[in-house]
């Protein structure tokens, strides 16, 4: 098997805009890199709108994340939508095996975002698509007239809760704060405007109940909600399977790197959600992506280490 196997110069784990990005820019220099992602566009995908991409004042997710996909197939980058599970390092090489088969490479970008994190009450698995969701926007339109809660207070939560007011005839948003200091202001003040919703503050989701589907919630303070869905947006929780499989240095699980995105071991890079840096947006993600795809190139054709 290892015989026969192509050699990449570099894979690119994850096929959102880190390794879009990333796969954009090693088309251009011209390597043989292969992006294997589980899904194609990543977190952003999931977002109604996005406002603050440059040169893009509104545009949805899937189309702003489509789009990179088509930039890297117009530069003839290969993107493979598989899963994968084990990374091991050999002498002077990586393997990766994915669901479908292995793969070798020279170098690796690590760009496998993060995941959302549940509200582990009871109720949440046994409800799971039976109105508990973490993707308003995939299921919003199954919610109209009726009435629904988002539990959080950040943009994701508040981005969810105006795409459900378009649907629903009633949203309360459910937040353990006493006010949305977490969030962009902008999207507050559209909050604000609309009658639809309604802030619940200083209550957290302590149970969600119902029979075959969700009936309502419960929150800590007592209280109790009618409601047909529980649409999860209280945050995100680093990806650590990589991390843990290579022994990478991280912090409170998101890897770290240095300014040209190398990890703590050699031929191993890490662009996006998935490392220790300040901003999670797609911005950044991009831009480190693009830096990791550099950094591969200096070190794999111009020697520079
Ligand atoms: C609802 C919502 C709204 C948002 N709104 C905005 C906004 O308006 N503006 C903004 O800038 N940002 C926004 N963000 C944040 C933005 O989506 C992220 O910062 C960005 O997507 C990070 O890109 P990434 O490539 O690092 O990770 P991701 O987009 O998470 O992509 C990681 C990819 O890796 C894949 N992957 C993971 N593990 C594996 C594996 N083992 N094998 C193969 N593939 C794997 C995943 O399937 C995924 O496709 C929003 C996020 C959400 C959820």
Known sequence: MSKMAK??????????????TAGIYAARYNLNFLIIGKLNGGAISEAHKVCNYPSQNNISGFELTQSMVSHVKELEGEIK???????????KKFMITTNNKKYFAKK????????????????????LGKGVSYCATCDAA??????????????????????LAEHAKKV???????????????????????????PVFKSNISEIY???????????????????????????????????????????????TNKSQ???INGIYAAGDSTNNRLKQVITACAEGAIASTAVYEELKLGEK
Request: charged share 30%; glycine share 10%.
């Open 108 to 127: 690796i970008i690590l760009a496998i975002g993060r995941e959302k994190q549940k509200l582990s009450v009871p109720g949440e698995e046994e409800f």
């Open 142 to 163: 199954f919610y109209k007239n009726k009435i629904v809660t988002v539990a959080g207070g950040g943009n994701a939560a508040i981005t969810a809760a105006l795409l």
């Open 172 to 198: 309360y948003i459910i937040y353990r704060q006493d006010k949305f200091f977490r969030a962009e202001p902008a999207w507050v003040k559209k909050l604000e405007e609309e009658k639809k919703i309604e």
């Open 81 to 91: 939508q598989e899963e994968v599970i084990k990374i091991e390092k050999e002498e």
């Open 7 to 20: 050699e990449y110069d570099l894979i690119i784990i994850g096929s959102g805009p880190a390794g879009l």
């Open 262 to 264: 190398k990890t703590s």
């Open 210 to 256: 119902g029979k075959y589907f969700v009936k309502g919630v419960k929150l800590d303070n007592g209280k109790t909600f009618d409601v047909d869905g529980v649409f999860v947006e209280i945050g995100f929780k680093p990806n650590e399977v990589f991390s843990k499989q290579l022994n990478l240095e991280t912090n409170k699980g998101y890897i770290i």
